[in-house]
């Protein structure tokens, strides 16, 4: 459907380009300066609308390019930062495991040391109970 319409407004523009170049075939005088040229008007006008479409091509043109090349440096960019953060995150991961595993080895020696002076607090108890019972000997 979107083919047909296509092929409808170009047929519709021919026409009236057509209808146009045959409304438009007066010479106009055309002074370069140097010298003076007369040639149809339409020829004037199509060849203004052409020089104005090459220009128009050549700034769009330059325009493109130069957006893919700033969007060529924005993705090595990008790459660049996904790949220092994928670095970063491990480093993280690495130093929170170390984290962990040090406080792990603290925590156990604190149990350790917790049961070493339960059992001190425990001999000490009991000599003071040998000792009260001894007394009351």
Same mark, same amino acid.
């Given at each position: &459907? ?7 407004? !170009? ?8 209808? =146009?170049?045959? &409304? ?7 002074? =370069?300066?140097?010298? &003076? ?12 609308? !052409? ?5 128009a ?5 330059? &325009? ?9 440096? !924005?993705?090595? *960019?990008?790459? @660049?930062? #996904? #790949? ?7 480093? !993280?991961? %690495? *130093? ?8 792990? @080895? ?8 917790? *049961? #070493?002076? #339960? *059992?001190?607090?425990q ?6 109970? %040998? ?7």
């Open positions: &459907m979107k083919k047909q319409w296509s092929i409808v407004l !170009l047929i519709t523009l021919i026409l009236l380009v057509v209808v =146009f170049s045959v &409304m438009n075939v007066d010479p106009v005088a055309i002074n =370069f300066g140097f010298t &003076m040229i007369r040639v149809p008007l339409v020829v004037v006008i199509i060849v203004t609308l !052409l020089i104005g479409v090459l220009i091509v050549i700034l769009s043109t330059t &325009m493109i390019l130069q957006n893919k090349s700033e969007q060529k440096k !924005l993705n090595k *960019r990008l790459v @660049e930062f #996904e #790949e220092e953060s994928k670095k970063d995150k491990d480093e !993280l991961k %690495t *130093r929170h495991k170390k984290e962990v595993e040090s406080l792990k @080895e603290d925590k156990d020696k604190a149990q350790t040391k917790i *049961r #070493e002076l #339960e *059992r001190h607090i001999n000490i108890q009991k000599t003071n109970s %040998t000792q009260g019972k001894n007394e009351n000997i």
